[in-house]
């Protein structure tokens, strides 16, 4: 990796540079109303994911640069850049996963997305359409974010949070302490008055959201970790290397709905229902 006129530049091989920033890349401009405007396409529903792609973009800050440059200057940017399977590859594999030790993370990602009906390269497709519309650019600011988007999931079994309605968006809250852009951060806390509305006052929602947000900065990176390393890890080993608390307050939010005879995997379904 070197730099060239200030710009950081990879070598892949030596005739081929990739900069950090393309120059048709256009400058970051936060635009709150076009991230409003697609949060109320998201909760109209919220499978469609392309949305977030949307709001993430319509809110991303100048930083991201940086957090990319300081990656991929990293060693173990560099051992990404120079491995020829991608990581989507590798994570949609689920027979070499299986052949990890059992209790290990890799079984625990393959449980989540066999049961949810996921797969690593859905999100890519997804991510596909989306920038399909809004334009893609051949730099290492787009390999960052692909980085950051194909390690979601695994931020939902590491993390402990389903993907129930307030699952989500403490795992959104998480990320945004881990990777900091407005556009998680407001869909967190907007999606979070959508799952209080037709609750008890007492079930705490927003608390919920503020202890995945502390336990995202408590933690390391997990993006920047070696992923296949960390899949062979037992997931408790896993967590306590990455210094992931329990969800504490979400299980208790939890325990609560289901106590007043609310299903926390149909809560926006039923508020619709009620409104």
Known sequence: MVRQHGVLAVTE?????????????????????????????????????EQVFHI????????????????????RGQAVLTDKHSLVERLDDHAALRKLPMGSVAHAYCDFMEREGLTAQGLVDEYESFADKGGRYD???????????????????????????????????FTYSQNPN???????YA????V?????????????????QRHGKAARMIAHQDIMA???LPLE???????????????????MMKAGGVDPYDLLGQNAAAA
């Open 56 to 75: 993430i973009k319509a809110l991303t800050g100048k930083d991201f640069a940086e957090r990319a440059e300081s990656f991929w200057a990293s060693k």
């Open 230 to 232: 960390l899949l062979a």
């Open 139 to 173: 730099d290492m600011m787009e390999r960052y974010g692909n980085r950051l988007r194909d390690t979601h999931d695994l931020f939902h079994v590491l993390t402990g949070y389903g993907r129930d309605a307030l699952g989500e968006q403490c795992v959104l809250a």
């Open 237 to 255: 080993e896993a967590r306590r290397q990455l210094n992931i608390k329990p969800p504490v307050t979400y299980r208790k939010c939890h325990e």
């Open 13 to 49: 091989p030596a005739t081929s540079q990739i900069p950090l920033v393309h120059p048709d890349r256009p400058k970051h401009r936060k635009r709150p109303l076009k991230a409003l405007h697609h949060f109320r396409k998201l909760i109209a529903d919220k499978e469609d994911t």
């Open 196 to 212: 209080k509305k037709g609750l008890p006052s007492a079930v705490p929602i927003y608390s919920a959201i503020r202890e995945g």
């Open 191 to 194: 999606g979070g008055r959508e």
């Open 182 to 188: 407005l556009g998680t951060l407001f869909i967190a």
